[in-house]
């Protein structure tokens, strides 16, 4: 049996993408985002899910996450996000990938290989306007476009960047938001001039359509990029009427039940002691699982519906949980570590880190069920 189960309902992500739908001008089209696995929940299952709620395009960060689609008998258009190596060029293109491409030496490679294997390449120009790890710089694009409009075999069918502070929502933050945009209307703006605009232009994100939805959807805007929205986190508070909700209840049983008397240490280096008799369930999973170790003495679960406090530190193999004020509990009852119930970005917020820092070491770990 396993020690770590994620159940994925799959109603949820058609709820989370009517949430998400309603705050998208029908003028702008969506790419759904399902990198890292779909975000560690199945890449697949996410994509079929956003296919039938009529997303038409997907997203991924690598090439061998696109062909693993393609495997799966999914043929509508897929964006890959980064850098594919001139070696496995052409299999993307006979997969019919569509190639982000980051300088402009790549445009002739990429035209030369594209003819070879007689096929068009799809590609989007990528811009780095202030994320510093993929993209052309801002002054080389127009150029870069100009020389794709006349390249055999290519077809540039969009244009994108990166937001990469929208998840904070502070002063120094949202300027740098807004530096990003100005950097890249500032390109849209030239390329639009010499008629090289193409269809797709997006930077949006889930967090941007919260923090800046009137910047990222309109103007030269086209497309937008949506993932962990569709999962169901807002990592920016938004002050939506409906609100998105985890797919995803990952889950464990309680293993064990003890009782402490007052004054007694638990867990490794002494980081916790009882300060009154102290009724403790241990559960079967610890950081060899993906559990964050620094929620020790932070962070909560939730048993029978009700919170229950981490106590220790995390060790290999378990964590332990005060179940003092929860006195029904019993050997085998299920604990919740992430879900409706209680938020795995809330849970980061607690310990400084990232909501995938928190469901993506889980998830891997994760016998998933489909509902």
Not at 80 to 96: F, M
Not at 189 to 200: D, F, G, I, R, V
Not at 254 to 282: D, F
Not at 302 to 321: F, Y
Request: net charge negative.
């Amino acid at each position: 049996m396993e020690r770590l189960k994620a159940e994925i309902y799959k109603d949820r992500i058609k709820a989370n993408i009517s949430v998400v739908m309603a705050h998208v001008p029908e003028t702008v089209q969506v790419i759904g985002v399902v990198k890292s696995g779909g975000y560690g929940h199945g890449a697949s299952e996410i994509a079929k899910s956003l296919i039938e709620s009529e997303i038409g395009y997907i997203a991924v960060s690598d090439l061998e996450e696109g062909l693993e689609l393609r495997k799966q008998g999914l043929q509508l258009p897929i964006l890959v996000l980064g850098e594919i190596s001139e070696r496995n060029l052409a299999e993307a293109v006979l997969k019919e990938m569509t190639v982000t491409l980051s300088n402009v030496e790549a445009v002739k490679k990429l035209s030369r290989i594209a003819e070879v294997v007689e096929s068009t390449a799809k590609v989007h120009v990528k811009v780095d306007t202030g994320m510093g790890r993929f993209g052309m710089e801002p002054e080389s694009v127009v150029q870069a476009l100009e020389i794709l409009s006349k390249a055999p075999y290519v077809k540039v069918e969009g244009l994108f960047s990166h937001l990469s502070a929208t998840f904070c929502n502070d002063d120094e933050s949202n300027a740098f938001t807004l530096s990003q945009l100005n950097i890249f209307d500032d390109v849209c703006q030239e390329a639009n001039k010499k008629n090289l605009l193409p269809e797709m232009v997006h930077i949006g994100s889930s967090t941007a359509l919260i923090g800046f939805p009137d910047l990222v959807t309109t103007g030269f805007y086209t497309s937008i990029r949506i993932g962990t929205l569709f999962l169901g986190y807002e990592e920016r508070k938004s002050d939506w009427k409906r609100h998105v909700k985890p797919v995803a209840e990952i889950y464990t049983d309680v293993h064990m039940i003890r009782t402490l008397p007052p004054g007694h240490t638990v867990g490794y280096a002494q980081t916790y002691t009882t300060n009154r008799e102290t009724r403790l369930a241990i559960l079967p999973i610890g950081y060899g699982h993906g559990f964050h170790r620094d929620l020790g003495n932070i962070g909560e679960v939730v048993i029978n519906g009700v919170r229950a406090a981490i106590v220790g530190k995390p060790s290999l193999g378990q964590i332990i949980v005060d179940i003092t004020h929860i006195p029904e509990v019993k050997v085998g009852d299920r604990v919740i570590l992430a879900g409706k119930a209680i938020s795995a970005f809330e849970e980061g917020c607690k310990i400084g880190r990232g909501t995938w820092e928190i469901m993506l070491p889980l998830l891997e770990h994760c016998e998933r069920s489909y509902i």
